[in-house]
């Protein structure tokens, strides 16, 4: 027994030439059943399908629930997950919210170049979150805009926390550079940048941390604040 779950704009089911069934904005569910499967395993798929965080909640943001089933490599610069308010073109953080399970994996090749300011890391900003069980290796790169008037984030995992977040037997393979030459102070640690409201639990920085430019800049090799 196989399950497939697609978000769509709409769905139908169509026989004979006769619409029978249709949805709007929702979920479809392509579902394989054989003659052998039993309804034992019928409960324990709907079980897990009604457990996956999938919906919106009050704030209208999705709490996502992942886990990896092989290692990732990264082969195109990364668009960090989660983002923070930069107060010109937008006023509301979009972070990660959720379970990040890596399974043990490791996600390599990660590429991040960030020239407008957001938090650079693997996950850009993140709440109320747990990333686990996860390796990652490769290079994160922020450059602070001229002009800018916001402290600038860099990390191997998370570029600034926003509080609630837990990251647990993670380790960092990611060299970080910050180059800064603005007034204001920069944040670069080999896990988190901006580690606000963070637990860390069993997890180990193994890469270069740089910091360039005439700007002041706390560094720190799990959590530079």
Known sequence: ??????????????????????IGRGFLILLAVTHDDTEAQA?????????????????????????????IALTESWTPIGVAADYVTSYDNKPFSGIFDG??????????????GNPAALFGMA????????????????????GG?????????????DGGVTLEEVASYVDVTMTNSTSNT?????LAGNGYGITIKNCA???KLTAEGSAKAHIGGLSAI
């Open 103 to 116: 399974n043990e994996k490791t996600i390599s090749g990660l590429n991040v170049t960030e020239t407008a």
């Open 149 to 161: 008037y916001m402290p600038v984030y860099a990390g191997g995992v998370v570029g600034q926390s």
């Open 43 to 71: 409960v324990k798929l709907a079980d897990k399908l009604c457990s996956l965080r999938l919906f919106e909640d009050a704030d209208g943001k999705i709490n996502l629930k992942a886990r990896l089933i092989n290692d």
């Open 186 to 190: 920069g944040a670069i640690g080999g």
């Open 1 to 22: 027994m196989k399950a497939v779950l697609m978000r769509v704009q709409r769905a139908s089911v169509t026989i004979d030439e006769r619409e029978t069934r249709s």
């Open 205 to 207: 920085n193994y890469g």
């Open 127 to 146: 709440k109320n979150a747990t990333i686990k069980k996860l390796v990652v290796k490769g290079t994160v790169s922020s450059t602070a805009p001229s």
